[in-house]
């Protein structure tokens, strides 16, 4: 499984949502929506700032996350931005690769 940070924006009807709901029951939502996609929620933090919410997600998948992605922007209360997060394993096992590469103008 692939881990994502998710960082959410609300629009104005998506604050009204948080202020009906409250910060629980969004967090409630989004663990189902993992949930559902066979995945799971590591961490659901609110924050001050640019950003409203990170989300850490263990979810299955790039397609995964992308449906995701589409579902909640579509959806119009919120914006999201997913980042995908790699593990020191994974990092790892990157620097042992060989990659030609030749920079611009070189």
């Known amino acids: 499984m692939a881990k994502y940070l998710w960082k959410a924006s609300y629009s104005p009807d998506g604050v009204k949502g948080v202020l009906k709901e409250g910060g629980t029951g969004r967090r409630a ?14 961490a659901f933090y609110f924050a001050f700032g640019g950003t409203d919410v990170y ?25 999201i931005e997913t980042v995908v997060l790699l593990t ?8 042992q690769k060989t990659v030609e590469y030749r920079p611009p103008g070189a």
């Open 29 to 42: 939502a989004i663990e189902k929506l993992a949930a559902n996609l066979g995945g799971a929620i590591d």
């Open 88 to 95: 020191p394993e994974e990092i790892d096992q990157a620097v």
């Open 55 to 79: 989300v850490i997600a263990d979810i299955p998948d790039n397609v995964t996350a992308a449906a995701v992605a589409l579902t909640v922007g579509a959806a119009g209360a919120a914006s």
